[in-house]
């Protein structure tokens, strides 16, 4: 069973996969800000509680941080948040639940082993290469150029995968190796091509990738109501170590 100090860690890991360009470390609370585009970089982490103000003061901080940024204040909430009973304090305090999302975890063995049923092409990151990963967004211009400059900004071994079929894009995903650990994000199959083993064939090549980068073992977050997602990582050997989601405040 994975412990409360298991998924701190990893929260904290995944963090540096995805990294903010403003954060603020108060009371212990992981505080991120990114021009209020993507979640992960907008919301509190509760890594660790180091105050003896009540938390509800500390909301109110918060609170008032995203709002002088035009941004509602948001939490990240796993079983390791903290204080304990952070997310019923919240829950009073008018936070509404958000995009509930499993975190899956596998030995990065049991993928590199598998084949890819087509053939992978990797790049490193570059403004050439995200073009490919953003190859068909449906995000706005805004949202787009915001991304690619937290990619950019990731410190760790960083990798992009691309499936062509018939001379067309089928498939892009990511890959960032930090410590021994592989992150998977942004894994897509463009529609017309869904069901053909892309996406399959992108997170084995990303696998082996990470191996030869040093990494031992693989973690991805998939929407908990994303049912083809999960059937897939279900059959290539992902399996759920915790559940997040987020609590937003729509002042």
């Given at each position: 069973m994975v412990t409360e100090r298991e998924i701190s860690e990893l929260e904290l890991l995944a963090s540096h996969c995805w990294p903010a360009r403003e954060i603020v470390n108060y009371k212990g609370w992981i505080i991120q800000w990114n021009d209020g585009v993507t979640w992960r970089a907008n919301s509190v982490l509760p890594h660790e509680w180091k105050s003896n103000v009540h938390v509800e003061d500390v909301i109110d901080y918060v609170i008032e941080l995203y709002r002088e940024k035009d941004t509602p204040a948001t939490f990240k909430i796993t079983p390791a948040s903290q204080p304990q009973g952070l997310d019923d304090v919240l829950i009073e305090r008018g936070f509404e639940q958000r995009m509930i999302t499993h975190v899956q975890?596998?030995?990065?063995?049991?993928?590199?082993?598998?084949?890819?049923?087509?053939?992978?092409?990797?790049?490193?990151?570059?403004?050439?290469?995200?073009?490919?990963?953003m190859h068909r967004s449906e995000r706005d211009k805004r949202a787009i150029e915001v991304r690619r400059e937290i990619i950019h900004r990731i410190r760790g071994e960083k990798n992009i995968a691309r499936v062509l079929m018939h001379g067309n894009i089928a498939g892009v995903g990511l890959?960032?190796?930090?410590?021994?650990?592989?992150?998977?994000?942004?894994?897509?199959?463009?529609?017309?091509?869904q069901r053909r083993g892309v996406a399959w064939s992108l997170n084995c090549a990303l696998a082996m990738w990470g191996e030869d980068h040093g990494a031992k073992q693989v973690f991805l977050q998939v929407e908990a109501d994303n049912?083809?997602?999960?059937?897939?990582?279900?059959?290539?050997?992902?399996?759920?170590?915790?559940?997040y989601w987020y609590r937003i405040y729509e002042d």
């Open positions: 975890t596998v030995q990065i063995g049991d993928i590199s082993c598998l084949d890819p049923h087509h053939p992978v092409d990797l790049f490193k990151v570059s403004d050439e290469s995200l073009d490919i990963l890959g960032v190796v930090e410590r021994d650990w592989l992150g998977l994000f942004s894994i897509r199959t463009m529609p017309e091509f049912r083809p997602a999960l059937k897939l990582y279900e059959s290539i050997g992902f399996k759920t170590l915790y559940t």
